[in-house]
């Protein structure tokens, strides 16, 4: 199984090590294509490699997994644009986040029906979710 993993990178970093943790309990799934993302050496500013070369990689990488998995709590571009990306490519897409009183989930991710949707209070909660999801 490659798992494409999502996570904001240049929408902000404040979840890194949380990305960490979901990059470590997904590769009990199989091969994370994108374990850069929980690097903690990755900034906001994001790879130093050419914004082209990236998007090439990483609709490559999209196109070469079986499953993608998709971190929304902190709202960014480039997640929903992947996710779209990704439902076209008719892969099958799980979407969680923590909610919070200042942050809701976007309705064109929780109106989806194409995407499978999921609330964590904490990474360990992610287990029995990721179970279920690639059980499936």
């Not at 490559?60 to 996710?83: F, R």
Request: proline share 2%; glycine share 8%; charged share 25%.
């Amino acid at each position: 199984m490659k798992i494409y993993f999502e996570a904001s990178i240049r929408g902000g970093r404040g979840e890194q090590s949380i990305q960490a943790e979901i990059i470590s309990l997904l590769s009990h799934h199989g091969q994370v294509l994108t374990e850069h993302v929980g690097d903690a050496s990755l900034t906001s500013v994001g790879e130093n490699k050419a914004s082209e070369h990236i998007f090439e990689r990483d609709v490559a990488w999209l196109e070469e997994a079986d499953a993608v998995v998709a971190e929304v709590t902190m709202p960014s571009l480039g997640v929903g644009y992947e996710i779209a990306k990704a439902e076209s490519l008719q892969k099958k897409i799980l979407c969680v986040y923590r909610p919070s009183d200042d942050r809701h989930l976007s309705a064109m991710i929780d109106g989806n029906p194409a995407l499978t949707t999921q609330q964590y209070a904490q990474v360990g909660d992610l287990k029995q979710i990721f179970d279920k999801f690639f059980k499936r």
